[in-house]
């Protein structure tokens, strides 16, 4: 059975936190990507990264988010565990973000330090 | 996230590129006196058509990919691949036709100087402020089409205080004529769509949309104003028909000196537009091109401030080359005919799409819709597929510009067909969900 969302999330913060490549990377990147999954009761969970340190919450953490960024369940968690590349998705319109564009470069840049393409 | 204000400046300023004057003299000499720039303001109605078609599908999937997600969703995979590469070169197309503009414009105020020397070092520094990120091209941009909408609309408007247009003139041709030179009025309008893939970065999913109708409305009351003036100074263009920098004389003829450099800068400001908006937003779709490896992968770099400098970079090189190939053979009229052939023919794409996706996705929320109903929107595909194919079979050479939009096509598909699938092999990380 495969891992629920929140769990693949913890472990995408747990290996951005022990990469220390994309520790130093992130240092400047204080942000909130609000994820959500699609469907009728879908609530966000947030990654915050304050640091270079990426944190799961469960509850808004009282800032804005920053990048928000929605899927169908299971295409996110193909794309934060690295077994999918998140451009695909995002070029079939599956995978929706709103929020600067050099946010969306630096989570796109993530996921390829960590996963390749 | 961006203000409506970049929406606008953003769409205006694609829009507005250094071509737009020659149309201008196209669209006078069709049709003469008042009709001229009626025929820009009845254009401007039409390409509300297209507008409205974006609006539409911007709203449905407001993404970067843009026409990518669009076409995929409304058609298939394989056609959007290549129509998104084709499209993607019609901007390649479009700032080489402006460099050729600018190159001429230098050539005649710097006669000492190779025009297309002054252009490759605009393009430099334009690409060297792009290389610093998206925020300061965003601010070039907005800056641009501020300069380059109030300055020509106050030229124009001083024009016609001093020689206002007589109550009535005589047209020039018929009402062929007219309808003719609505068709060429539309290009002055396109490119206004690549605001699109910069949906994600606003907050208000309506700020596309209605930027794109309020930089519609002031591109036409700039070009109508701009022809009327032309119109006024040389009734019918005469005289302008073998100038590539008719807004040049105009400007002399209209305030002497400072006439000739007010409209010298004001070139220098839409030919500033398009490169910086074509490299900015072309860039970044090369980039998502090829990070799903539509593309080399090579073309995804990106560098410091997170910019993919080696798709701008490249983008700006291959323009330029163009551009010197067109100074060169003096042949920019095909770059114009084929880059508002393709413009057109995607405009009646969207048609298409609207439609489709209505169909196929009936459920999902559109906060904006087409207008027109069914039958309008079709209609409205068929006019872009008619100026389409008169772009395609017009201008000089026997089906030259058809000819180089099918040997686009032919590399777009060859590459889609065999050339990306090599790229793909070397995808060992990543499966297919």
């Not at chain 2, 904006?368 to 068929?382: E, H, N, S, T």
Request: aromatic share 8%.
């Amino acid at each position: 059975m495969s891992q629920n969302l929140e769990a693949v999330l913890e472990g995408f913060c747990l290996q951005c936190n022990q990469n220390s490549r994309l520790r130093d990377m992130n240092r400047d990147w204080d942000r909130v990507v609000a994820i959500t999954s699609q469907g009728e009761h879908a609530t966000p969970l947030w990654i915050v990264c304050r640091q270079g340190e990426l944190t799961l919450h469960r509850h808004a953490p009282g800032d804005e988010a920053d990048l928000e960024v929605e899927a169908p369940e299971e295409v996110l968690r193909a794309v934060f565990s690295g077994q999918l590349s998140p451009t695909e998705p995002y070029n079939r319109g599956e995978l929706m973000v709103r929020g600067s564009s050099d946010d969306l470069m630096r989570l796109d840049i993530i996921t390829l330090l960590l996963w390749g393409d | 996230m961006l203000p409506l204000r970049t929406a606008v400046s953003t769409s205006a300023g694609l829009a507005s590129a250094a071509i737009n004057f020659l149309a201008a003299v196209e669209v006078a000499q069709l049709t003469s006196g008042h009709w001229a720039w009626v025929a820009i303001l009845v254009a401007g109605v039409l390409i509300v058509l297209a507008a409205t078609n974006f609006a539409e599908l911007n709203g449905l999937y407001p993404t970067a990919a843009a026409i990518r997600v669009w076409i995929g969703r409304g058609w298939n995979d394989q056609l959007a691949r290549v129509a998104s590469l084709v499209y993607a070169s019609t901007v390649l197309l479009v700032m080489a036709a402006d460099a050729f503009v600018l190159a001429q414009a230098f050539g005649q105020a710097l006669p000492h100087v190779p025009g297309l020397l002054l252009v490759a070092l605009v393009v430099a520094a334009i690409s060297a402020a792009n290389l610093r990120g998206i925020r300061v091209s965003g601010a070039i941009q907005d800056l641009n089409a501020l300069v380059l909408l109030a300055t020509l609309m106050a030229f124009s408007l001083a024009v016609l205080w001093h020689h206002p247009l007589p109550p009535s003139l005589p047209r020039a041709a018929g009402s062929g004529g007219f309808w003719q030179a609505v068709a060429v009025g539309v290009f002055i309008y396109v490119g206004f769509e690549w605001v699109t893939p910069l949906a994600e970065e606003f907050r208000d999913a309506r700020s596309i949309p209605k930027g794109m109708l309020i930089a519609l409305g002031l591109v036409a009351i700039a070009y109508a104003l701009f022809t009327a003036a032309l119109e006024a100074l040389y009734p019918g263009a005469r005289g302008l028909a073998d100038s590539f920098t008719p807004q040049l004389v105009v400007g002399r003829a209209a305030m002497g000196e400072i006439g000739y450099w007010w409209m010298m800068i004001l070139t220098l400001t839409t030919a500033g537009t398009t490169f910086n908006g074509g490299l900015s937003t072309a860039s970044r779709f090369v980039y998502a091109l090829a990070r799903e490896r539509t593309l080399p992968p090579g073309w995804a770099r990106l560098n410091r401030r997170l910019v993919p400098a080696r798709a701008l970079l490249g983008l700006a090189a291959l323009s330029l080359a163009l551009a010197g190939v067109v100074v060169a053979s003096r042949h920019y009229q095909l770059l114009i005919n084929v880059g508002a052939g393709v413009e057109s023919l995607m405009y009646a794409l969207t048609a298409v799409l609207v439609l489709s996706l209505r169909r196929r996705e009936p459920n999902r929320p559109r906060p904006f819709r087409a207008l027109g109903g069914r039958y309008g929107i079709a209609a409205g595909g068929v006019i872009y597929l008619a100026l389409g194919v008169g772009a395609l079979l017009g201008g000089p050479g026997l089906l030259a510009p058809a000819g180089l939009l099918a040997l686009l096509l032919a590399l777009a598909w060859g590459w889609v067909r065999l050339g990306m699938p090599r790229w793909t092999q070397g995808r060992a990380h990543v499966q297919r969900l």
